[in-house]
């Protein structure tokens, strides 16, 4: 086999759901956007709904009528994207809730699917999607009267619990919507950890299920184990890799495992990540290339034929702060060319 193998373990998803849904009073939903940050959302929502999660949410229209397809009628899946031109029959057939995002779109889904559902994103500081204060007070009472399912906005700094602006989003978000008899959503994961005031009647986390910050208790969800492709001897003055950037000090074992940048191992994590061995760290030297990561196996007794990148001793936010990048995008780089193993 001569493909890095990433393990998702389903049961640690679960269990973080589980534990988000337990620190607030409210309903919890499971954001699977980006085929659930990578891990494949078909997998992740059959786990989440079958230990009883009833919402997910997606990106797109076209996301959402692929999840309905392994889901089944059931669970409800949001679409943050709203109801944009062309997606009329995926939100009509796979019974898609759009959360418009304009009056545009109001105006979209009321003409092509009157008395389908909707919600409504409303910007609460943000500036990225939903309706402004303002636009939100002209159309407020028409768009009340055609009861949306939800009320939604979301938060720009909610991993830094001490930034301001949490508490200005949140004053803006109940001015749009205290006192309207609909139900109201405003935290995703890093929301769930501000407290109660941010629950609301529904959460949406993400990266929390997928055992990343600013989740701090959560369950490591995947481990990515690399074959050893061949292992060779290098002398002092020696070089590896492109643009000789690594040299040997010492008489060393290099050995060169299956994966690189074209598997979402950015290049930049290079210089600062250790590949392990059990507990034997073998650190990564010279460049990583398309698909070859060379590492440091000098200190091991026997030839690995495995190196482990993500696991115990490597959380996806370690690789992540090594590549000076957040956990979310090394979850949703993770190449089509691992195996994948899922178990529960
Ligand atoms: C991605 C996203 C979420 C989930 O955020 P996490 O930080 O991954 O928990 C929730 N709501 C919206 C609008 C999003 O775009």
């Not at 303002?134 to 909610?158: F, N, T, Y």
């Not at 830094?160 to 602006?165: I, N, S, T």
């Not at 004053?171 to 929301?191: E, H, K």
């Not at 990583?288 to 990148?309: C, F, G, K, N, Y």
Request: aromatic share 6%.
């Amino acid at each position: 086999m001569t493909s890095a193998t990433l393990t998702i373990d389903l049961g640690a998803i679960v269990r973080n759901w589980q534990a988000l849904d337990a620190q607030t009073e409210c309903e919890t939903a499971a954001v699977v956007k980006a085929s659930g940050y990578g891990l494949s959302a078909p997998h992740v929502s059959n786990a989440l709904a079958a230990a009883g999660a009833r919402h997910f949410f997606v990106a797109t229209a076209q996301e959402g009528a692929d999840l309905r397809a392994h889901l089944g009628f059931g669970p409800e899946i949001h679409v943050f994207s709203g109801h944009m031109a062309g997606d009329t029959e995926a939100i009509r057939t796979a019974h898609l809730i759009p959360h418009l995002n304009s009056v545009d779109q109001m105006l979209r889904h009321v003409e092509a699917l009157p008395g389908a559902p909707f919600g409504i994103q409303l910007d609460s500081g943000m500036n990225r999607l939903g309706m402004e204060p303002g636009e939100w007070s002209a159309v407020r009472d028409i768009a009340v009267a055609q009861k949306p399912v939800l009320l939604m906005s979301h938060l720009a700094c909610a991993d830094d619990p001490d930034h301001p602006m949490n508490a200005q989003q949140l004053n803006t978000f109940r001015d749009m919507t205290d006192g309207i008899d609909i139900p109201r959503s405003l935290a995703a994961t890093g929301g769930v950890l501000l407290g109660p005031d941010y629950h609301f009647d529904l959460t949406r986390p993400g990266i929390g299920l997928y055992g990343g910050l600013p989740f701090v208790d959560a369950e490591p969800v995947v481990t990515l184990d690399m074959p050893v492709i061949q292992i060779r001897d290098v002398a002092p003055g020696e070089t590896v890799g492109y643009g000789n950037t690594w040299t040997a000090r010492r008489p060393s074992r290099i050995a060169t495992v299956s994966g690189g940048y074209a598997d979402g191992l950015i290049r930049a994590i290079g210089p600062h990540t250790t590949l392990y061995a059990g507990e034997t760290a073998c650190p990564v030297v010279g460049r990583v290339s398309m698909d070859l990561i060379t590492a440091d196996v000098t200190e091991m007794r026997h030839d690995p034929e495995m190196l482990q990148l993500l696991g115990p001793h490597t959380s996806v936010d370690t690789l992540a702060e090594a590549a000076g990048t957040i956990g979310y995008e090394i979850l949703t780089a993770m190449g089509g060319r691992y195996q994948r193993d899922y178990v529960e």
